[in-house]
């Protein structure tokens, strides 16, 4: 946006002119170049079993300790090699509008999972501590000296594969040949597949590993090679339907990528679509802003609907418009003609007044631990890993968090922003923080009721960093974490070697029933070096499991039982079929054992509703009919089978009502 011919020549017009510069300069902090296109990239391949790759050699008393910068970019005023570069004056504290006290000292009321120890300490901090869940499998990712780290368990918590060094993998050459973190791993449901990612250890580029069947330990491995303009710093990464969507920190500008996923998935030539925006100019001592791409979680968006980011600015954070913010911005991608690409902002929103974390005397010294006078970083700057994306068909959501200033100490800040009809508005928000104790490094998720859990960090002068949870029902008070908090470890020693922590964490949810969650996060055990945790649990509510095995239809469905008034919500899985998954509302009688369910596919190709009765029958234990004429074929018999049975699911549970 250029604009000529502005001339100041009276003093009288300075006020208007100035208002008139700071409105364009948050205008052209938004605003995108033309797109760019990358590649395409050749495919590599990886085809044996993680299985047989050499196991990555546990970190021994005398290796060396590689305290990592956030990339190889400085940011302005940023700490390097953990220590600080500048001290800062003695913040102050402000008051938090969207204060939530919670319920911190509650007994449990969550129905815990597993509790299993995660990788351990590497010798490279911070561990970026990440992982996902499939329907047999959960993979975590956490930094190493050699770029990144992986390792898979199935989901009993035994260990199929690893714990083992990505770059391993690469078979192709070039720069992905060696690493260097920031790992992202991301579960597909759609096509049932595995992603995982870091950037190299030389230039600019980041390195894609994509699973070629379900199978992540044996199935093999698409390996993908894509060139950035800039340092890909910070990578998140986004499931959407027509790509894999990626953010990037790159100094003074946001990188903002579209992944050709449809031919990542067969292993064909692919391309990438990049646009950038200003990560805006803050205050002295304030870091830049960063911005997530949403990730999918259940039924697909609407037909053709772009992908979303969302980005908060805090007013200390864009000296041109010095404003408490949240950006919504939509990113249109054509492959075919990829200058018709789009990103655009499309809603700001007002948020409750929030403020950074204050540190001091530098800006990563911001959490205090037990008798050490080393402070962790905040990373108070951004919204946290990740920005989940919910379609429930009346209405679309998304929810992040972000660690901001609860009155002196660090509490987290998290919003769900709705959709009906029209743009985006701000649903609820809140701030977590119950007690003293700082409270950061969170990731956040909602199940297919629209339940909350929120995981997180937490520190004080008396508490050693631990990890703990937290979480809310759907019909609950807005903006209140109502569960009480959880401690899946506690801490019991002080981190002194740098106040490197994070940079992130992972909850995400089990897609074979998409209402249990997993979190994986750092804490730190006697000896303070790090180490990590992988739990997973359900929130009240979240119901009992049917899984119907129907002989000429075959899907799985799980029909979770809300506690108000027996009605269901879950989603229909059917594997290899592109229809699904599908959103499944209705109705459970529990006097006469029977569900009356709908099933709507139109998500991904306009296919029409349609109706299953699901229930006893006359000589049947149970059935299912398709009352939609167009689909009608007669009552079939169903049968009520243990979970294991039915497809993609690897729990041993019985189908039964409990």
């Given at each position: 946006?250029?604009?000529?011919?502005?001339?100041?020549?009276?003093?009288?017009?300075?006020?208007?002119?100035?208002?008139?510069?700071?409105?364009?300069?948050?205008?052209?902090?938004?605003?995108?170049?033309?797109?760019?296109?990358?590649?395409?990239?050749?495919?590599?391949?990886?085809?044996?079993?993680?299985?047989?790759?050499?196991?990555?050699?546990?970190?021994?008393?005398?290796?060396?300790?590689?305290?990592?910068?956030?990339?190889?970019?400085?940011?302005?005023?940023?700490?390097?090699?953990?220590?600080?570069?500048k001290k800062l004056p003695v913040p102050g504290s402000r008051t938090d509008p969207a204060l939530d006290s919670g319920s911190a000292e509650a007994s449990d009321a969550f129905t815990p999972g597993l509790n299993f120890g995660g990788m351990g300490f590497t010798g490279v901090y911070p561990p970026d501590t990440v992982g996902d869940v499939g329907p047999s499998h959960y993979i975590q990712m956490v930094n190493e000296s050699g770029g990144s780290r992986f390792q898979i368990w199935n989901k009993n918590g035994v260990s199929l594969a690893g714990p083992t060094r990505l770059s391993t993998l690469w078979t192709a050459g070039g720069a992905c040949a060696g690493g260097a973190g920031d790992p992202i791993i991301l579960y597909d449901h759609l096509a049932d597949r595995w992603l995982m990612s870091e950037f190299?250890?030389?230039?600019?580029?980041?390195?894609?590993?994509?699973?070629?069947?379900?199978?992540?330990?044996?199935?093999?491995?698409?390996?993908?090679?894509?060139?950035?303009?800039?340092?890909?710093?910070?990578?998140?990464?986004?499931?959407?339907?027509?790509?894999?969507?990626?953010?990037?920190?790159?100094?003074?500008?946001?990188?903002?990528?579209?992944?050709?996923?449809?031919?990542?998935?067969?292993?064909?030539?692919?391309?990438?679509?990049?646009?950038?925006?200003?990560?805006?100019?803050?205050?002295?001592?304030?870091?830049?802003?960063?911005?997530?791409?949403?990730?999918?979680?259940?039924?697909?968006?609407?037909?053709?609907?772009?992908?979303?980011?969302?980005?908060?600015?805090?007013?200390?954070?864009?000296?041109?418009?010095?404003?408490?913010?949240?950006?919504?911005?939509?990113?249109?991608?054509?492959?075919?003609?990829?200058?018709?690409?789009?990103?655009?902002?499309?809603?700001?929103?007002?948020?409750?007044?929030?403020?950074?974390?204050?540190?001091?005397?530098?800006?990563?010294?911001?959490?205090?631990?037990?008798?050490?006078?080393?402070?962790?970083?905040?990373?108070?700057?951004?919204?946290?890993?990740?920005?989940?994306?919910?379609?429930?068909?009346?209405?679309?959501?998304?929810?992040?968090?972000?660690?901001?200033?609860?009155?002196?100490?660090?509490?987290?800040?998290?919003?769900?922003?709705?959709?009906?009809?029209?743009?985006?508005?701000?649903?609820?928000?809140?701030?977590?923080?119950?007690?003293?104790?700082?409270?950061?490094?969170?990731?956040?998720?909602?199940?297919?009721?629209?339940?909350?859990?929120?995981?997180?960090?937490?520190?004080?002068?008396?508490?050693?960093?631990?990890?703990?949870?937290?979480?809310?029902?759907?019909?609950?008070?807005?903006?209140?974490?109502?569960?009480?908090?959880?401690?899946?470890?506690?801490?019991?020693?002080?981190?002194?070697?740098?106040?490197?922590?994070?940079?992130?964490?992972?909850?995400?949810?089990?897609?074979?029933?998409?209402?249990?969650?997993?979190?994986?996060?750092?804490?730190?055990?006697?000896?303070?070096?790090?180490?990590?945790?992988?739990?997973?649990?359900?929130?009240?509510?979240?119901?009992?499991?049917?899984?119907?095995?129907?002989?000429?239809?075959?899907?799985?469905?799980?029909?979770?039982?809300?506690?108000?008034?027996?009605?269901?919500?879950?989603?229909?899985?059917?594997?290899?079929?592109?229809?699904?998954?599908?959103?499944?509302?209705?109705?459970?009688?529990?006097?006469?054992?029977?569900?009356?369910?709908?099933?709507?596919?139109?998500?991904?190709?306009?296919?029409?509703?349609?109706?299953?009765?699901?229930?006893?029958?006359?000589?049947?234990?149970?059935?299912?009919?398709?009352?939609?004429?167009?689909?009608?074929?007669?009552?079939?018999?169903?049968?009520?089978?243990?979970?294991?049975?039915?497809?993609?699911?690897?729990?041993?549970?019985?189908?039964?009502?409990?």
């Amino acid at each position: 946006m250029k604009i000529k011919g502005m001339k100041l020549s009276r003093g009288w017009m300075l006020l208007p002119a100035l208002a008139f510069i700071f409105a364009l300069n948050s205008q052209l902090g938004a605003q995108v170049q033309e797109p760019e296109v990358i590649g395409p990239v050749i495919a590599g391949s990886f085809d044996g079993s993680l299985r047989d790759l050499p196991e990555a050699r546990p970190w021994i008393l005398g290796d060396p300790i590689i305290i990592r910068p956030e990339g190889y970019l400085p940011e302005r005023d940023d700490v390097r090699g953990g220590k600080p570069g500048k001290k800062l004056p003695v913040p102050g504290s402000r008051t938090d509008p969207a204060l939530d006290s919670g319920s911190a000292e509650a007994s449990d009321a969550f129905t815990p999972g597993l509790n299993f120890g995660g990788m351990g300490f590497t010798g490279v901090y911070p561990p970026d501590t990440v992982g996902d869940v499939g329907p047999s499998h959960y993979i975590q990712m956490v930094n190493e000296s050699g770029g990144s780290r992986f390792q898979i368990w199935n989901k009993n918590g035994v260990s199929l594969a690893g714990p083992t060094r990505l770059s391993t993998l690469w078979t192709a050459g070039g720069a992905c040949a060696g690493g260097a973190g920031d790992p992202i791993i991301l579960y597909d449901h759609l096509a049932d597949r595995w992603l995982m990612s870091e950037f190299a250890s030389t230039g600019n580029h980041l390195c894609i590993y994509v699973s070629k069947t379900s199978d992540p330990v044996a199935g093999g491995w698409w390996l993908y090679d894509f060139p950035t303009p800039s340092f890909p710093d910070y990578p998140k990464y986004g499931l959407w339907p027509d790509a894999y969507y990626v953010s990037t920190y790159e100094g003074a500008n946001l990188g903002l990528y579209a992944l050709d996923r449809a031919r990542m998935l067969t292993g064909a030539a692919a391309t990438a679509v990049r646009f950038q925006i200003s990560s805006l100019t803050p205050s002295p001592g304030v870091r830049e802003t960063r911005i997530l791409p949403s990730d999918l979680d259940g039924p697909a968006p609407p037909s053709g609907a772009a992908n979303y980011y969302f980005r908060s600015v805090e007013a200390s954070q864009d000296t041109g418009n010095p404003v408490d913010r949240l950006e919504v911005f939509e990113f249109h991608v054509d492959f075919v003609t990829p200058a018709n690409s789009t990103f655009t902002l499309v809603n700001t929103l007002t948020p409750a007044n929030f403020a950074l974390v204050p540190c001091s005397p530098g800006i990563r010294d911001c959490i205090p631990q037990p008798l050490t006078s080393m402070k962790l970083d905040a990373l108070s700057n951004r919204p946290m890993h990740r920005l989940q994306y919910r379609n429930f068909g009346d209405h679309q959501t998304l929810l992040t968090n972000q660690t901001v200033d609860a009155g002196g100490r660090a509490g987290i800040r998290w919003y769900e922003l709705r959709k009906t009809t029209g743009g985006w508005s701000i649903r609820q928000q809140g701030t977590y923080s119950p007690d003293s104790n700082y409270r950061w490094m969170g990731s956040i998720a909602m199940d297919a009721l629209g339940n909350i859990a929120l995981g997180y960090s937490v520190s004080s002068s008396s508490v050693y960093p631990s990890i703990r949870y937290t979480g809310r029902m759907v019909g609950d008070p807005l903006g209140t974490m109502t569960q009480p908090e959880v401690t899946v470890i506690a801490g019991s020693a002080s981190q002194t070697v740098t106040q490197r922590w994070g940079d992130y964490s992972a909850m995400v949810l089990d897609t074979a029933r998409d209402c249990e969650f997993w979190y994986t996060q750092q804490y730190i055990p006697a000896g303070g070096s790090w180490n990590t945790r992988i739990n997973s649990f359900r929130l009240p509510g979240c119901g009992f499991g049917i899984c119907l095995k129907d002989p000429s239809f075959t899907p799985k469905i799980w029909l979770n039982v809300e506690l108000a008034g027996m009605q269901l919500r879950g989603v229909a899985l059917l594997p290899g079929n592109s229809h699904f998954p599908a959103i499944v509302t209705g109705v459970y009688d529990p006097a006469v054992n029977e569900a009356n369910i709908s099933v709507d596919y139109r998500q991904q190709d306009g296919l029409r509703f349609y109706r299953i009765d699901v229930g006893p029958m006359a000589g049947e234990t149970w059935g299912i009919r398709d009352s939609d004429s167009s689909y009608y074929d007669g009552p079939r018999a169903a049968s009520l089978v243990t979970c294991s049975e039915a497809p993609e699911s690897s729990e041993g549970e019985s189908g039964a009502a409990k």
